[in-house]
Structures are given as structure tokens and as C-alpha cells.
């Protein structure tokens, strides 16, 4: 069974081919991340722009990396939602001009699912039931997976995602965008030990996450010292934020596992590149005797991969989508649990 799998939520322009639902045969990407770097944040403008030059160049590259042509593709899954609604737009209008020409399914894809799904996509599938932990630039969330296809909203943000959060600091250090990568760099020369910024845990055990007060308290840090006309500490700046940023989200999703008993732990989304987090999350889960699962390497930012693989899933359970679909820039993941 082969999948066409298209991602344009964002800022990537994206196709891949997916056999079996995990053998990954090609997942090309075109980021136009760098277009984006003088503006500090993502223009869906030119994000869209990137998506029309790019998308049917990545289609024919994915295609023949794969030694496959249209004619082999079993059904085309593109991520209906969330993202940007014009960059959707692109992607879901090749997809079905796809499915109408070569006669096969269309399946619409929630981009937060797929990116939970990266991490089944390895070489060691995960027991289920599972916890899933989503740590994106737009998103942060706790999930409970009963099936693969199934998914529950335990606990989400209430205002900034923890990718935006590290954005947002990074701009307020001068360090550029993506904040991300270039926090987590400047964190290694720093100690998290010198500054305590705060860690917002909500109401008592609440699975809802916040993360705007600690950007804020970085802010008011950082003007302070520019008041008195200090040296601004960014290393230790960064690898403070990131530590309280990382104290949260192990914290609850250790209260996570601890309420709902998985087998597995899985991690999806651009923030699951930083290693710090990574090992935490490790060594946390291995004290709660839960197996941990991240997504293939190369697999932590927006893929194709990953929509075609539970494009994959929805094919085998003949979840299709019908041509009325469109956009869905504010998807998520419906009922909540506690
Ligand atoms: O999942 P993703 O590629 O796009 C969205 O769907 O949002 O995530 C992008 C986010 C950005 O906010 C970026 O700063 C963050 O992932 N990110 C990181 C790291 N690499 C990317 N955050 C922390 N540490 C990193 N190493
Ligand atoms: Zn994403």
C-alpha cells in the first residue's frame, strides 16, 4: 500500500511516499524558514508564496525518490489543519486535483496527530495505550492514545506554546529566528542555576500548561539589568528559561502518566530537536517504567512523512475525506479528559 502523503501546513513545503504505513521510501522537504529570519516570525505571505514556486517541484522528487510514479499511489492524506490557512489551502488543493485525476482516496490529516504519529513510526512500534506529548511553535498539549487513531485531549496551553516561548526570548536576547536551536546552543555555556525564573503548574494537578508568564519574567529581567546598565547574561538567561521550560513539561507529564498507566510515551513537534528536553523526559519515563518514543531523526520538524503514514492508518480504516473538506486552521483534538 502506497500513500502520497503533502504537508504545507507552515513553514514547510513538503511531500513524501509512505509504504506500509511506516516504510518511509522518500520525505522531501523545502523549509522557507530562511526568508523568514529578518522578519522575527514566520509571513504566511511569503510562506505561501514558497508553497506555490516549490510544492510540485517537492512532488516530483518525493515521486522519484521513491522509484514510484502517480499511477503506483495508493490514496493522497494532506494535513487539513491547524496551520496557516492560505498555506493549507495549497496543499489541499493538490491533493484533491490528485485524488480526482487518478481515481484514489483523499484523506484529511490533523498535522498535531501526525506529528504524535511520527514517533510510532520507528523501527520498535509502541504498546499502546500511550501517553502523547506535543511540543510544537503553535501547540503544546498532553494526549491519551487508547488506539492509534484515537485521541484524547488531556491538558493544552492556555496562551503561548513552549516552541513559541523559546521564539519569544529569542528575540528578546537579539538571537534570531528560529529562538529554538540558538537557545538551547547558548543554554550549554550557561548555569540554570544563577537566575529562577518562574514555573506557572496552573491549578493542583492540571494537565493545561501556560508559558507567557516566563517570557514575561525574561523580559522584565532583562530590561532591569539594561536599566542599571549591567551585562546581559545570556547564556545563563537561556539556559535558565530552558530549564524552567523543561521543569513544567516533565513535570506534568509525569503527573500525566501517573493518572492515566500507559505502556508508552510518545513525543511529536519542532521542540522535541532540543536534547536537554529529550533526556528528561528519558529518564523521567524510565523511573515510571513507561517506554519512551520519539520520531525518526530528521522527523522532529513539520514532514510529509508523518501524513502519510497516518494517512496510511485512516486508509486501512477507509476513513476518507470527501472533496466538500477544506482548511481547518484552528484543527485540534476535541473532547477533553482528565
Ligand atoms: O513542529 P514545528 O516544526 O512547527 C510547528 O508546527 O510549530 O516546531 C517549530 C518550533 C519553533 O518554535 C522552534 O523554535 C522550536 O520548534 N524548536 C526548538 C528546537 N528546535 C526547534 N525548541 C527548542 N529547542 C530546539 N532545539
Ligand atoms: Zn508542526
Not at 496557516?84 to 493538490?94: C, K, M, Y
Not at 466538500?324 to 483534538?333: I, K, Q, R
Amino acid at each position: 500500500m502506497l500513500i502520497l502523503g503533502i504537508e504545507t501546513s507552515c513553514d514547510e513545503t513538503s511531500a513524501a511516499v509512505v509504504s506500509n504505513c511506516s516504510d518511509i521510501l522518500s520525505n522531501v522537504i523545502s523549509s522557507s524558514l530562511h526568508l523568514h529570519k529578518r522578519y522575527g516570525g514566520v509571513v504566511p505571505e511569503i510562506a505561501c508564496r514558497h508553497h506555490t514556486e516549490l510544492i510540485n517541484i517537492v512532488l516530483e522528487k518525493a515521486l522519484k525518490k521513491a522509484k514510484v510514479s502517480l499511477e503506483d499511489i495508493d490514496a493522497v492524506a494532506v494535513t487539513q489543519g491547524p496551520g496557516l490557512v492560505g498555506a493549507l489551502l495549497i496543499g489541499i488543493s493538490l491533493a484533491k486535483a490528485l485524488s480526482y485525476s487518478l481515481k484514489i482516496p483523499l484523506i484529511g490529516i490533523n498535522h498535531l496527530h501526525a506529528h504524535l504519529y511520527s514517533a510510532m513510526m520507528g523501527p520498535e512500534p509502541p504498546e499502546l495505550p500511550a501517553v502523547g506529548l506535543i511540543v510544537s511553535g503553535g501547540h503544546t498539549s498532553l494526549v491519551y492514545l487508547e488506539k492509534p487513531e484515537t485521541v484524547q485531549l488531556l491538558g493544552q496551553t492556555r496562551d503561548d506554546a513552549c516552541g513559541e516561548a523559546f521564539d519569544k526570548v529569542a528575540k528578546i536576547l537579539d538571537l534570531g529566528f528560529p529562538g529554538g536551536p540558538i537557545i538551547e546552543k547558548k543554554a550549554k555555556r550557561g548555569s540554570s542555576a544563577r537566575i529562577r525564573f518562574p514555573r506557572s503548574y496552573l491549578e493542583k494537578d492540571s494537565l493545561d500548561f501556560s508559558f507567557s508568564g516566563i517570557k514575561t519574567a525574561v523580559l522584565y529581567h532583562t530590561q532591569r539589568l539594561k536599566a542599571q546598565k549591567k551585562r546581559i547574561p545570556v547564556s545563563d538567561i537561556c539556559a535558565s528559561f530552558q530549564e524552567a521550560v523543561i521543569d513544567v513539561l516533565v513535570d506534568k507529564t509525569r503527573t500525566a502518566i501517573i493518572k492515566k498507566r500507559p505502556r508508552s510515551l510518545l513525543i511529536g513537534g519542532g521542540v522535541t530537536a532540543n536534547k536537554t528536553l529529550r533526556d528528561r523526559l528519558l529518564k523521567m519515563a524510565r523511573s515510571k517504567k513507561t517506554d519512551v518514543f520519539f520520531p525518526p531523526t530528521g522527523m522532529y520538524m513539520d514532514n510529509a512523512a508523518m501524513v502519510a503514514g497516518l494517512g496510511c492508518l485512516l486508509f486501512s480504516n477507509k476513513a476518507f475525506s470527501e472533496y466538500t473538506m477544506s482548511a481547518e486552521p484552528g484543527l485540534n483534538f476535541c473532547n477533553k479528559q482528565t
